[in-house]
């Protein structure tokens, strides 16, 4: 009797202290997929650096919008309430300099302190952000990486961050790319 008895104390312990970690998953605003910092490797398969950037970019952050069904961010992060507001990142990547994001093999040393560093550049406003900073999408080994960021936006504290990856598959590089954000979605619960 005691044994279980102190068993449902241990499990209750461990349940409150997982619901008081995910406290700040009610109310979550899905901001999309940052590359301020991101290499996409080697270049011969990524051959126009401009179309990667001015067209690709915004793909790759709308496809998450637009077959919300499927790369359901809510399911996958366990999120009650969820809005949507890609307007920071959009404005961020607008201002990546395509050479940059584009090279022939990554060697960046990439950390959470430089997760940390990307969203103490975001403006400050009210609420809980989620962000995937984007490391690298390397060809090479076919898998995209990132940093899935929960943060304060009213003081850009890091809540939460986790390094995460998916394999990437399929047609053209939009779909190739996004399969590897949908698999690195549906693993994060693993990590």
């Known amino acids: 009797m005691k044994r279980l008895l102190l068993s449902i104390l241990i499990v209750t312990f461990f349940t409150a202290i997982s619901i008081a ?3 700040y998953k009610k109310e979550v605003t899905w901001l999309g997929l940052d590359f301020t910092e991101a ?9 126009n650096p401009e179309v ?14 637009n077959e919300s069904k499927k790369f359901n961010v809510s399911k996958f992060f366990k999120i009650q309430t969820l809005h949507y507001d890609l307007s920071i990142v959009e404005k961020k990547n607008s201002a990546i300099s395509a050479e940059n994001l584009i090279v022939d093999n990554s060697k960046q040393s990439f950390s959470e302190q430089n997760v940390t560093n990307i969203i103490l550049q975001y403006p400050k406003t009210e609420g809980i952000g989620l962000v995937f900073i984007v490391e690298s999408f390397d060809k090479i080994n076919t898998t995209g990486t990132f940093w899935a960021t929960f943060f304060d936006r009213s003081t850009l504290e890091v809540l939460s961050t986790k390094k995460i990856q998916g394999a990437a598959s399929g047609m053209g590089i939009r779909n190739y790319w996004a399969n590897s954000l949908y698999r690195a979605m549906k693993s994060y619960k693993r990590y």
Do not use: C, G, H
């Open 21 to 23: 970690q995910d406290s």
């Open 39 to 47: 290499k996409l490797f080697p270049k011969t398969a990524f051959t």
């Open 52 to 65: 990667i950037k001015e067209d690709y970019l915004l793909k790759w952050n709308q496809i998450v919008l």
